[in-house]
Each structure stands twice: as C-alpha cells, then as structure tokens.
C-alpha cells in the first residue's frame, strides 16, 4: 500500500466506507466496485477499501475478529504471527519479568499486539515507512505502545529503557521470492544476535526450515505447528529460555497446547524394528525438531526405517504430539497387488499417505481406479529398506 492509499483509508470518509463494506466475497467485489463508483466515490479510494477487505478475509485465519479492525499490506500479513502462536511469545516475556520490550522488525504490528495484550510496554520499529504507519494503527488501542519509523537495530536498547528485544527478520526479497541464507535476512541473522549481549531476553522467530547447524548452541529452538501446519521456530535466550539450551515444540491444536523437549542429554535415539500393532505419525514441528527418537522412547516403540519419521509400536499411547494409526494389514508395494487388494475389499475412497517414496499420490489413485463405497487409508513407506504399504485406520 502505497502512502496516497494509506491515507485516504484513514479519512473520515475512507475509515467510514471500510467499516461499511459487506463481508468480503470474492463473486461480489466487481458489482461492489461498480455500484461504490456509481455512488460518486473515488475509484483509487474504492480498490484500496476493498483490497483491505479482502485482506481483512484472509488474516481472519491468522488473528481472528481482531482483523477485523485492523489495516494490512499483503506482505505482512504473510509474514505476521498467528494470534495463538503470538499469545506463547507473549508469555515468555511476561514470565522471565521483561517491562519494555522492542520489536525491531514490528511489520503490521501482531506480537507487539500481542505483547501489548499481555501487560507489556512495546517500542516497535519498522523500516518502511507505510508499514509503521499501519502498526500505529494496529496498535492505537494500546497506549503503552510506541511505534517508530525507525531501524531497530539502531535503537540505543539501554536507553530506551528496554529489557526483552524480539525481532522477526524478513526472508524474502523485494520480489517475494524466499530467502535461504541467515546473512541475507534483513536484518541479518548475525546482526540481531550480537544484541543478545546487551540485552540478554533475546527472541527471533525464523521460518521452520532453517538448518539446526545454522542455530547458536546457546539458544532454545522451538519449533512450532499449528493444526499439523509447522509455521515457524522461535529462537530463545537467556531469561526468555528458562528450558535451557536445546530443541523442543510446541503443537498447538484448536485449544490444546502440548510441548515435547530434549531430554538432558540430547534428543532420543531409537533403532528400527518391525511393524507392530500400531503406527504413530509424530507432528511436523517433532520432526524438524529432530525428536522423533523421543516419540519412539514415549510409546515404547521402534522406527520403521533408520530414515523415515514413522514410528511403530505394540503399545496404544494417547500420545498428543503424534497421530496414532491402527496396523490393519502390511503388503510389499505393488501397484497390480495393491489394486486387487482394495478392489476386493470395494474401496472407493482412499486417503493416500506417503514418506520415503518418489510416489505422487494423485497419480497413484488414477491408476488404482478405485470402485466401491468403503473408505481406507494406506501409508507408503520404506520397512527395513524396502518400499511397503501399511493399510491403516486412526484411532
């Protein structure tokens, strides 16, 4: 969003035709424009309400009826926090006794929302000019909430009186494409973590698929999913990171929290075994946490395979960090083998999971030509090396 359309939204008459549109349907928005251009209204005033509304629809998953009230770009929204996810970092602050917390890199403002929420005095910064303008906006409900146009890193942090520092450095570039290397973040990864050693409460969020070799030894990593979708890890020092150094994560689903970390000596190792009575499917934050073998010790049971994030056991375990199937039968991976089976069986639905295996399962379901009413899952897989097909149901 441009400055010209940031500010006509925030004139009486713009802030007023926002608050008025209908909830936003994409079948709808050219006869709406139509009929707001009709009415005499500015047609650059009439495409900025209405991208904002379209945006409002979409940040909904991400921050519920609060974005409702709130101004966005398409950028930061793709980059901001979820509100669930936003509240944890919130807390970690609060818990370790930070007053003043600043948020270099705010974009539209949702942690520092968040953290505002949770008693916490915020100085945030952005260094685009119009994405500071919308955090204030964001944030005018908060009055101990300041927001400069600022770079964040040149802030004088003891001065400022802060004592926590969070910052969530861009990985994109100017094009949108994603960005792989630390030193090309902006700010630079290196670059937010030299403050830790002026202000100890040190907090990053960086996107889920970063290396572990990349991550300080002195930082608590925490990956974290929501409803089975890993949307980050968060980089914790200090008073922020009471586990102490290490990996954990943390899966969020619906209103459940469970968190599984390294033990004192490291993640968990386990071998490979046979396929028992049941397969357990750990959360993707367990697995880019590399704590699979943790899951294995928790329901007494092997991997599959010495490369593959499947876990298999004798024993049923309500285990929340995993999804537990029941084992219903095992065959060798064959595409005339496997649609006899199903044929027999009259399976018409077929739920299709894969790891370890060049298998495209949309492919695999054409060919199978699958005839019948009963529904099934399979999971393709290595066992011991070689490619099977476990037939399973959820427990």
Request: charged share 20%; proline share 6%.
């Amino acid at each position: 969003m441009d400055a010209a359309g940031l500010s006509a939204l925030l004139s009486p008459q713009g802030w007023a035709l926002l608050s008025a549109l209908p909830p936003y349907d994409e079948q709808r928005t050219m006869a709406l424009s139509a009929r707001l251009h009709a009415e005499g209204l500015d047609p650059a005033l009439v495409a900025a309400a209405l991208t904002q509304s379209r945006l409002r629809a979409r940040a909904r998953a991400k921050l519920g009826d609060f974005a409702d009230g709130m101004l966005f770009t398409a950028a930061g929204l793709e980059q901001a926090t979820r509100l669930t996810v936003a509240a944890h970092h919130a807390r970690r602050y609060r818990d370790a006794g930070s007053t003043r917390v600043a948020d270099l890199t705010c974009g539209i403002g949702a942690d520092a929302m968040a953290f505002a929420g949770m008693g916490l005095a915020v100085l945030a910064t952005d260094v685009d000019e119009a994405t500071a303008a919308i955090a204030t906006v964001n944030l005018r409900h908060f009055p101990d909430t300041e927001v400069r146009h600022a770079d964040g890193l040149t802030l004088d942090l003891v001065a400022e009186g802060v004592d926590g520092v969070y910052a969530d450095p861009a990985r994109r570039t100017s094009s949108g494409s994603r960005v792989f290397d630390p030193a090309a973040y902006a700010p630079p990864l290196d670059a937010v973590l030299a403050l830790r050693d002026r202000v100890p409460a040190l907090g990053l969020k960086l996107g889920p698929g970063v290396p572990h070799s990349a991550l300080p030894a002195d930082a608590h990593a925490q990956w974290v999913s929501v409803d089975g979708d890993v949307v980050e890890v968060g980089l914790w020092f200090g008073p922020l990171a009471p586990e102490g150094p290490g990996r954990s994560a943390l899966v969020l689903a619906g209103t459940t929290a469970h968190t599984l970390a390294t033990g004192p000596d490291g993640p968990a190792h386990a071998s490979a075994g046979p396929v028992g009575a049941y397969l357990y499917e750990p959360d993707g934050a367990v697995i880019r946490a590399g704590l699979v073998g943790d899951v294995a010790h928790r329901v007494r049971g092997t991997l599959v395979d010495p490369t593959i994030a499947y876990v298999t056991s004798d024993e049923l375990h309500d285990e929340p960090v995993a999804t537990a199937y029941r084992v219903l039968d095992t065959l060798p991976f064959g595409l005339k083998r496997l649609r006899t089976y199903l044929r027999e069986r009259g399976v018409g639905r077929l739920t299709i999971k894969k790891r370890g295996t060049a298998v495209v399962p949309e492919q695999l379901r054409k060919q199978l030509d699958l005839r019948g009413d009963a529904e099934a899952t399979v999971v393709l897989t290595r066992v011991a090396g070689h490619q099977q097909v476990l037939v399973v149901e959820r427990v």
